[in-house]
């Protein structure tokens, strides 16, 4: 048996792309919904300044999420186990199922752009990541290649890859719905956000690489999704 874990100094190189990345969205997220909020309410024509107290609370919860989120990832990040044994790969980590690969179903062994691994078996649920920052990454290099030749992706996956692009259309979907009066528009918008929210509630349920938080917390998208459907009745039948 082999085993694998992530080097604890690696996780500070992982941190400094998180807030990159989850800054921006956020706080466009936010934007958007006081905007939609302020175009919506009475206080629309009148004295604003009421929404301006929101600006500082917004990035409060910004910032209290965003160390939130980090300290989970970094649990996440230090529980990780790859475990080879004689028929089968096992990933264990904090808070998410544990995968189990039997040598025989594996499809693909990838080596991708920013030098992870990803193990695929044969369902599309049972896939593991493997990070840059695993120790003795020659070695496991070479153990993966003695089980499956490895394949080499010098582009990221597409959703990876347009994840920004995508947030951007999914907000600018939800801004349509709320602000916009045309029903062309709406409709539209509505049915490519649905289904948007949907596919996201679905692969998120069922992944098993994910918090369990995160899964739980999806549950909410779910009021989301009867809060885009009811202001679309309303607009559509208007």
Known sequence: MQQFTNRPEGFRELRK???????????????????ISYANSTVANGDSNAYLGFIP????????????????????????????????????????PTITIPYRDITEIAKNSNNSFTIKGNSAVNIIGISPYINDYDRLEILLSTIKPISVKVTEPFLQKFSGLISLLTLGLMATIYLVQNKLAVGTSGAVLLAVLGYSFFEIRRSKNLDSKIKKGMWWLLVVIASIMGVMYVKLTA
């Open 17 to 35: 792309a998180i807030p990159l990345k989850a800054v921006p969205t956020s706080l466009l997220a936010g934007s958007v919904g006081i905007a």
């Open 57 to 96: 609370i917004m990035l409060a919860v910004l910032a209290f999420g965003l160390y939130r989120g980090i300290t989970i990832q970094k649990k996440i990040f230090d529980s990780y186990t790859l475990t080879f044994d004689n028929s089968a790969v096992t990933r264990e980590q904090n808070n998410t």
